[in-house]
């Protein structure tokens, strides 16, 4: 167990759709990541939060969006859900105060099936 | 721009035979490296890291890696596998972003 909690574990839902994906940090952690994986493109990194602030970003589609609250947990919104965007979407958390270098937590994923 | 290449997408090897899961990478500048694992069903699990210093770099579960920065590689490897290993690898390189590779499965053979 990493300490990192995301919720839900299975979401299926349909074409044009808007979901909430959250994630919560392992105590003490202030960055949280977002990936996502699929078949065909591999363990892709969306985006980064650092403390409430985003701190990078990676191939995330305009049609998605995150945020993390003051009390650090974050939220991946997804809309206007399309085929493709079926795939598991992984969180995962570090301390955020040693850089690069930092190991990151990964917590379970959510499978996200979009019908 | 940062790349990891993962050279093959599958390996199978037999119980207790020694495994090399390779992986390069390309980078214009100093990198961190990273091998993770994905069991079946569950979210990813760091085996370890370079960042700098030897070369030789252990890990989790007797796996070890060793960076090589003129061959720009960074290769898993472990003497003797278990069934237990039957898992997904996943080679990442990060500077500011981190870039993970395609994923190797390794299959253990009875």
């Known amino acids: 167990d990493s300490g990192v909690t995301q919720t839900p574990k299975h979401l299926i839902t349909a074409t044009g759709q808007r979901v909430t994906l959250r994630c919560s940090p392992r105590s003490g952690d202030l960055s949280v990541y977002w990936y996502q994986q699929s078949l065909d493109q591999g363990l892709q990194f969306l985006i980064q939060?650092?403390?409430?602030?985003?701190?990078a970003k990676g191939n995330i589609l305009e049609r998605f969006s995150a945020q993390q609250f003051p009390d650090l947990h974050s939220e991946l919104n997804l809309s206007s859900l399309e085929l493709g965007d079926s795939a598991l979407y992984f969180c995962?958390?570090?301390?955020?105060?040693?850089?690069?270098?930092?190991?990151?937590?990964f917590g379970p994923g959510t499978r996200l099936l979009v019908l | 721009a940062q790349s990891v290449t993962q050279l093959d997408s599958q390996v199978p090897v037999f119980e207790e035979a020694p495994v090399e899961l390779r992986c390069n990478y390309s980078?214009?500048?100093?990198?961190?490296l990273f091998w993770y694992v994905q069991y079946p069903n569950q979210g990813l699990q760091l085996l370890l890291k370079?960042?700098?210093?030897?070369?030789l770099v252990k890990g989790i579960n007797g796996f070890e890696a060793e960076f090589n920065k003129s061959q720009t590689s960074f290769h898993l490897r472990k003497p003797s596998v278990h069934i237990s290993d039957t898992a997904e690898y996943f080679c990442a390189v990060r500077d500011d972003k981190i870039i993970f590779g395609k994923g190797t499965r390794l299959h253990i053979l009875p």
């Open positions: 370079y960042l700098s210093g030897s070369t």
């Open positions: 939060y650092y403390n409430g602030e985003e701190r």
């Open positions: 980078s214009s500048v100093s990198v961190y």
């Open positions: 995962a958390s570090s301390p955020g105060l040693a850089g690069a270098g930092e190991t990151q937590y």
